[in-house]
């Protein structure tokens, strides 16, 4: 009798568990999005405020180190918003992210290649380099864009 | 005679440069052939190569008949195009005797973007969107063949396309045709601007902005009432967005420069970078445009009617 009352507790306790995993794992998956899409919009919002100021839009001239470190400090974290491999939710992001990996990791390389590059141009104070090199970051976001990102709605 | 192309003979392109022209064109190229400075032809012909160049970009014929992810040649053709009807390969339209259009008369090709029709006789299908470029004038058209000509030549044999049994007769492109397509030259509206007419050419008889951004029938022809107003995922590819000055569902909070920026290097008014189809568009193509192009884009495209229509929404 107390084995089967182990038994059924242990059953009861393993639904139980399985069923508090399942439940959490949606919720991580839906945690992962947004945390990566917010460190997205830091990205796009350093890239964003570069332009402005290298275009003359703005006149905060002073800002731009602040951006260039910025964005390079994204640009490393970038690889670890896209660890876990989420399914469906509230996302552009493709599955050929985790089924093409080589091709994904590529495109985190030029992002952080581009990101260094702008970095130490901006701190070289070479204006022309610097242009060229924000040039080649917004490349980078577009070729990843292509490739990984589902269309926007 | 330095600099012209030595794959079209000097007089088969003055003629197709003169033919469809006032009459006196020929008699003009007469006393020109006979007289003429070669200096001045060549000067000619590089500035039609130059024009052709231009075209070309303008007309986004580079995304699709390069196959740029696999390393593909410079219009050698080979890439994979999806639609819900199957899959296209884009064939090689390098001047290749044997594999690409290099056997071609300036008149075939002509009347390949203007009636979508094969030297063979057989009708193309509209995925190639002469549909657009029906409208282009034909001196574009001269230019785009003489720039062609200048192309580095690939002996890529064509793929065959994958399509479903009910596409794949050619047939079935002209029973389309029919139905479907008229061909047409571009009229400016004497009421509108030069720029906006300007833009509108380039709109409607180049860049083929409607054939991604106008959702289509079940036929796979384009919605007219729908312009510009978005096409859901899987109507045609992937589908785009609305570009109508909608505040709600299109881009009516956009600004003109800003508009211009996003054809020119893809940035989105939010710092954001495009993707899909339009950022191919935008670096195989309209990054090329010269910014006074680029703002007559715009101006069409900010005069459009504002069209309220969620293309991924629950009508589609």
Redesign the interface.
């Known amino acids: 009798m107390r084995i089967f009352t182990n038994t059924a507790a242990i059953a009861v306790s393993a639904i139980a568990l399985s069923v508090g995993t399942a439940f959490t794992v949606h919720a991580d998956d839906s945690a992962a999005i947004k945390y990566r899409q917010a460190v997205m919009r830091a990205v796009g919002g350093h890239t964003g405020g570069a332009f402005a100021i290298m275009k003359g839009q703005v006149p905060y001239k002073d800002n731009l180190l602040a951006h260039a470190i910025g964005l390079d400090q994204m640009a490393r974290i970038l690889p670890s918003t896209f660890e876990q491999k989420t399914q469906g939710g509230e996302t552009r992001a493709k599955a050929e992210i985790w089924q093409d990996a080589a091709g994904f990791q590529e495109k985190i390389r030029e992002i952080q290649t581009a990101a260094a590059g702008f970095l130490a141009a901006v701190e070289s104070g070479d204006q022309a380099a610097a242009r060229e090199k924000l040039g080649s970051v917004g490349e980078s976001c577009k070729g990843c864009h292509r490739k990984f990102r589902e269309k926007k709605p | 005679m330095q600099g012209v192309p030595q794959e079209i003979p000097r007089e088969e392109a003055l003629s197709a440069w003169c033919s469809g022209r006032r009459s006196w064109c020929g008699a003009a190229l007469l006393v020109f052939v006979t007289f003429s400075v070669a200096a001045e032809t060549t000067a000619e012909i590089e500035r039609l190569r130059e024009r052709g160049a231009y075209v070309l970009r303008a007309s986004g014929c580079v995304a699709c008949h390069t196959d740029e992810d696999n390393g593909g040649q410079f219009l050698a053709g080979g890439r994979a195009i999806e639609t819900k009807f199957g899959t296209f390969y884009s064939p090689n339209i390098t001047f290749d005797r044997e594999q690409g259009i290099g056997a071609w008369k300036a008149e075939d090709f002509f009347r390949a973007l203007r009636h979508g029709i094969a030297p063979d006789g057989t009708s193309y299908s509209p995925v190639f969107p002469y549909t657009s470029y029906t409208r282009m004038r034909r001196e574009d058209m001269f230019a785009l063949w003489v720039y062609l000509a200048s192309v580095a030549k690939s002996a890529r044999k064509n793929t065959a396309h994958e399509l479903a049994w009910y596409v794949r007769p050619r047939i079935v492109n002209r029973v389309w045709k029919l139905l479907f397509f008229e061909s047409g030259v571009f009229r400016p509206e004497p009421g509108r601007s030069e720029v906006w007419n300007r833009g509108a050419y380039l709109v409607k008889a180049m860049a083929h902005c409607g054939e991604c951004h106008t959702p289509r029938t079940r036929f796979g022809a384009l919605d007219e009432t729908l312009a510009y107003a978005g096409a859901a995922?899987g109507s045609s590819g992937?589908?785009?967005?609305n570009i109508t000055p909608d505040a709600e569902t299109g881009i009516g909070r956009w600004s003109r420069s800003e508009l211009v920026d996003y054809l020119s290097?893809?940035?989105l008014?939010?710092?954001?970078?495009?993707?899909?189809?339009?950022?191919?568009i935008?670096?195989s193509g309209l990054a090329y445009l010269k910014p006074r192009d680029l703002d007559a884009i715009a101006e069409f495209i900010m005069a459009l009617p504002p069209i309220r229509h969620?293309?991924?929404g629950p009508e589609g």
């Not at chain 2, 992937?238 to 967005?241: D, F, M, Q, S, V």
């Not at chain 2, 008014?269 to 191919?280: I, L, N, S, V």
């Open positions: 995922k992937e589908g785009a967005p290097e893809g940035m008014p939010d710092g954001d970078f495009a993707g899909g189809a339009m950022a191919e935008i670096d969620d293309a991924d």
